[in-house]
């Protein structure tokens, strides 16, 4: 696959439309030669009980570092965060029609 201009480049809600380069939708995948440092970054954060962080905190962070983190276009394809029975309830109602 050809990941050239597909790297994340900031992270945040607070973005303005142009900073945005995507909306993460909660899969992730860590290449093998990435689980070293994530391990370290994950144990780092539990050791200064950062517990407020999401877990992909240490996969942004990287972005600080000037490393790259891929993401991958999703445009045009269903997904949907589970908040609320609501979403659910949607999800549930887009699996029943396929």
Do not use: C
């Amino acid at each position: 696959m050809n990941w050239e201009g597909q790297g994340l480049g900031k992270y945040g809600k607070g973005l303005s439309d142009i900073e945005t380069t995507g909306e993460y939708v909660g899969i992730g995948k860590i290449a093998r030669g990435g689980l070293t440092l994530f391990r370290r970054r994950v144990v780092d954060a539990v050791t200064r009980e950062d517990y407020g962080s999401w877990w992909e905190e240490p996969i942004f962070r990287t972005v600080d570092t000037g490393e790259r983190v891929f993401v991958h276009d999703i445009a045009g394809k269903f997904w949907g965060a589970v908040d609320y029975i609501e979403d659910y309830e949607r999800i549930m109602a887009y699996v029943g029609q396929q």
